[in-house]
């Protein structure tokens, strides 16, 4: 079956723009994570959603970055005025149910450059 | 709060060579763990886990057990082909169902 789906795989922006980065989890999966990972780095916790409503997001650094899931399914990242340190890879991750031992499975990710 | 420390560097060897790469975690409960492998120009796969002490996770060759007496979770392959050559990470699941990695090894198999 389909994996998870991220789009667009690259996107270029100008220091103060707005972006949104959009995650297509597995199908039926409840949870949907959000990661960020930085050059020579492991991925890093952003935000955590269980069905709609955003479970933990305590990862988020700072009120430019904001995160929905309206429908239970999609989500999409949203970073406010970019700055240059925002640059790294956006990753989105899928599980079943978010409890116990569950995998998290992982899409191709959103390689994000603020110029 | 938890955390996974890998050792440093990238590791080189050649094929047919033992492979350890090494994972210690703090955590303040009973975390669930992972390895995950980055293979060139893909993303991140589940490679294997262990979700109790002294479970083995194991596949494609490699094994890793659950130590919670030293807190580890050792990766291990007995004989490495050129096609592991890719980033392996460490990680565990907290009780809040957030991922924490390690940084990473790179891993360089030469033929």
């Known amino acids: 079956g389909a994996g998870v789906s991220q789009t667009p795989s690259n996107k270029v922006t100008e220091k103060g723009k707005y972006v949104e980065l959009r995650c297509d989890p597995i199908?039926?999966?409840?949870?949907l994570y959000w990661y960020r990972q930085s050059l020579g780095q492991g991925p890093e916790f952003l935000i955590y959603?269980?069905?709609?409503?955003?479970?933990?997001d305590s990862g988020l650094p700072n009120d430019r970055f904001f995160a929905v899931r309206p429908e239970g399914s999609v989500s999409t990242l949203k970073i406010q005025r970019t700055e240059r340190g925002d640059s790294a890879m956006y990753l989105c991750?899928?599980?079943?149910?978010?409890?116990?031992?569950?995998?998290?499975?992982f899409g191709p990710g959103t390689r994000l450059l603020v110029l | 709060g938890d955390s996974v420390t890998q050792m440093e560097g990238p590791v080189t060897l050649s094929e047919e060579a033992f492979l350890t790469i090494n994972c210690t975690y703090t955590?303040?409960?009973?975390?669930?763990l992972f390895w995950y492998v980055q293979y060139p120009g893909e993303g991140l796969q589940l490679l294997l886990k262990?979700?109790?002490?002294?479970d083995k996770g194991s596949n494609k060759g490699f094994e890793a057990t659950y130590r919670k007496e030293t807190t580890s979770f050792h990766l291990e392959k007995g004989s490495v082909q050129v096609s592991d050559s890719a980033v392996y990470f460490c990680?565990?699941?907290?009780?809040?169902?957030?991922?924490?990695f390690g940084k990473g090894n790179q891993v360089v198999v030469i033929p």
């Open positions: 991750a899928s599980s079943s149910l978010g409890q116990g031992g569950e995998t998290q499975y």
């Open positions: 199908s039926g999966h409840t949870a």
């Open positions: 959603f269980q069905g709609t409503g955003a479970a933990d």
């Open positions: 955590a303040t409960g009973y975390p669930s």
């Open positions: 262990a979700t109790k002490a002294d």
């Open positions: 990680a565990l699941k907290d009780g809040n169902n957030r991922l924490a």
